[in-house]
């Protein structure tokens, strides 16, 4: 389900491609399942629920997008892995509900291009036919990717290949949508990013400010609430892991300064949280929360 935040001036929705299962191993590294297991409880196949939330922002340029989920183009064996129904809009409805079509999206920007970040960003003609053109689901929008992260996807090695397809930005290419970008950007009045490399080299978080207030969207930066208290769990996924830390730790004492919104785009528990001092440190004081399970259906 949408959530709508204010920051200052600035409206912003919370939105969501639904939940998918993935193994707790992938999110939590090298940590011990049995320390990992009291923040989410996985299931017996050791998969637990994980949000596919981005980021929809109302400025002065247009309706920014942040990412995209995973789209409706995956394989029915895909599918069935994920624990997803396959081809429901999941995205494209939440921002319906909110009042808002694919046609009114002006900017949208990748986090970075892994599948689960790009793969709605193009569709199927015909949603139900695999071999008719692939269209850009946004058809009015600029879309914006980091040069170095285009590299790697272009030209993925075998940790990588996995998550990068090229059906997610090609059409986009090929249509004259894809706007390479390079560093940090300022999108609109109030709305920039920050790059910050560990899970991928150029990955990007997003800071919307206004008014003595600001909500930081971390992305894959730091994608679980418990990540950004304890420095040292990384997710395995993440291919720069003493970079993810390093960045982890930045991030952390910008939004300690400004008191942040924190948006977690993939905890399966925690939406929305602001730090607060803790026993430990700072610790994630939570604001909007999901119980991942039930709205995985399950548990
Ligand atoms: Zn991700």
């Not at 939105?15 to 297991?37: A, C, K, M, N, T």
């Not at 922002?57 to 029915?76: H, P, W, Y």
């Not at 059906?167 to 950007?185: C, F, I, K, S, Y």
């Not at 930066?221 to 990384?234: D, F, G, P, S």
Request: with cysteine.
């Amino acid at each position: 389900m949408p959530y709508t935040v204010t920051v200052g001036s600035l409206r912003c929705h919370i939105v969501s491609d639904g939940l998918q299962l993935s193994d707790g191993g992938g999110f939590f590294g090298l940590v011990p399942r049995i320390l990992w297991e009291q923040v989410i409880r996985p299931d017996e196949r050791n998969l637990i629920p994980v949000a596919l939330r981005s980021l929809l922002i109302e400025s002065d340029a247009g309706l920014i997008l942040v990412d995209t989920g995973q789209g409706d183009k995956l394989g029915e064996k895909e599918w069935r892995r994920l624990g997803m129904e396959p081809r429901t809009e999941r995205l494209i409805g939440e921002m319906r509900s909110l009042g808002f079509a694919p046609e009114d999206v002006d900017v949208v920007l990748f986090t970075h291009l892994h599948g689960d970040h790009a793969g709605g960003a193009t569709r199927w003609q015909n949603q139900d036919d695999p071999a008719s053109p692939l269209l850009p689901t946004f058809p009015n929008a600029r879309y914006l990717a980091q040069r170095i992260e285009l590299a790697a996807a272009s030209f993925p090695n075998e940790r990588t290949r996995g998550t990068y397809f090229p059906q997610n930005w090609q059409p986009l290419q090929a249509a004259g949508r894809l706007e390479v970008v390079e560093g940090d950007l300022r999108l609109a009045r109030g709305v920039r990013t920050q790059t910050v490399p560990g899970h991928t080299a150029s990955i990007q978080a997003v800071w919307v400010e206004d008014g003595g207030e600001s909500l930081l969207f971390l992305g894959d930066t730091c994608n679980w609430a418990v990540h950004l208290e304890r420095l040292a769990w990384v997710p395995a996924f993440d291919i720069y892991p003493m970079q993810s830390i390093e960045g982890k730790r930045r991030l952390r004492g910008q939004a300690w300064e400004r008191n942040s919104l924190l948006v977690f785009q993939h905890d399966g528990q925690v939406v929305t949280g602001r730090l607060v001092e803790g026993a430990r440190g700072p610790t994630v004081q939570t604001e909007i929360v999901e119980d991942g399970w039930a709205v995985a259906g399950e548990g």
